[in-house]
């Protein structure tokens, strides 16, 4: 089957980190967790071009990846690099006020293949042009949520899908991280709520940390400064009823939590991948009286490839098949971005209610 060239704008840590291969397995590669090494692990995608505005992340890519990649050519302008290479997909993980004119360019352009970092962007304006540009050039563009490519939540939506427990009613999330940045890092845990409740989001109160009462608009750095840009906390309600809580917190111990509360059940994501249920069994009462409360751990299948090398492998499969990638398409992220937009109109309204302008259910 063919193989599809690519180009990598920005060489972030993200953008090329590389993980030490196993120890015990010297011959086996961790799975990907950078565009680079995705490029890397994927037999049909040839990495042929990477560009970054300084010389240092180019040093770097030197460094890390001649051995993978000896051919790469190395640019300091983009333009030169998509005219020169003409390359079939094109990683955008620039800061993340810069995606929109990259992208935009590269569609008209004629890339077949847009693999954007998130946030989409920053404003609905350029989120709006991105996707205009992507659509009438019938590119096939996917965003880098990356939960959306990691099979315990996909377990976690057959059960609001399927009902196992009733309808959903409540979604809770907390990020407590050294780099709780809402921009930043928030933007998964908010992605993967508007996933979950697989509806639109209509409307939030919500404040920012302290001390970010002049954030009225995306201020950030790229991600690279943790004081850039304040967590947030939020109570969305969405169109089918489902009511979302977000907390967030810069704090020097690191975890995530989330929980899901059916009709029928509780459902919690741990930390060691399984999805612990808390259901009660018995006929519906107004009490517990009778009833026998069952705690039960659910799996799920893994998956050959997930998170980045599950994002290019959808992106491959959509070029194959003249398709457009499903999981993260680029109107589902503008909705994680309006959320991230009435965050902070709510903040600066005094932390009013304030209507989501999301679009169409894309959840």
């Known amino acids: 089957m063919k ?5 990598v704008i920005g060489l972030s840590q993200i953008s090329q980190g590389r993980l030490p291969k196993p120890r015990s397995l010297p011959a086996t590669d961790p799975m990907p967790r950078s565009h680079v090494s995705a490029y890397a692990a994927h037999p049909r995608v040839k990495l042929v071009g990477a560009c970054d505005l300084m010389p240092a992340a180019l040093d770097k890519f030197n460094a890390t990846w001649r051995d993978v990649h000896p051919e790469t ?14 390359p079939d997909i094109v990683s955008v993980i620039t800061p993340d006020d810069k995606h929109a004119d990259i992208v935009v360019n590269a569609a008209n352009g004629g890339v077949k293949g847009i693999w954007c970092e998130k946030p989409i962007a920053t404003t609905l304006a350029d989120a709006d042009r991105m996707i205009e540009a992507v659509e009438r050039n019938n590119t096939a563009m996917t965003v880098s949520h990356t939960r ?13 899908r399927d009902k196992t427990y009733g309808e959903l009613k409540i979604l809770t999330a907390s990020m407590y991280y050294s780099r709780a940045m809402m921009f930043r890092n928030g933007t998964h845990i908010f992605d993967i709520l508007c996933f979950l409740a697989d509806a639109r989001p209509e409307w939030l109160i919500a ?21 850039s840009e304040p967590s947030a906390n939020a109570y969305i309600k969405f169109a089918n009823g489902v009511r979302a809580n977000m907390m967030m917190l810069k704090s020097n111990y690191s975890t995530n939590v989330l929980e899901m509360v059916f009709e029928n059940a509780v459902a919690r994501l741990a930390g060691d991948g399984q999805i612990l249920i808390n259901r009660v069994d018995g006929p519906p009462a107004t ?15 893994d998956w050959l490839a997930d998170r980045e090398l599950g994002v290019l492998t959808e992106l491959v499969d959509a070029l194959d098949h003249g398709t457009k990638p ?17 965050i902070l109109e709510s903040h600066k309204k005094g932390n009013a209610k304030v209507m989501i302008d999301a679009g169409p259910s894309q959840a």
């Open 73 to 86: 050519r190395l640019y300091a302008d983009y333009r030169e690099m998509l005219e020169k290479e003409k």
């Open 326 to 342: 499903a999981l993260s398409p680029p109107r589902a992220a503008r909705q994680t971005l309006a959320v991230l937009l009435a």
């Open 287 to 301: 009490s517990t009286r009778g009833a026998i409360s069952v705690t039960q751990a659910i799996g799920h299948e």
């Open 148 to 160: 959306r490519w990691m099979p315990i939540f996909h377990k976690a939506r057959e059960l609001v």
């Open 3 to 7: 193989t599809y060239t690519a180009a």
């Open 207 to 227: 404040e920012l940390e302290e001390g970010f009462d002049g954030f009225d608009r995306y201020r950030g750095d790229g991600g690279n400064e943790i004081s």
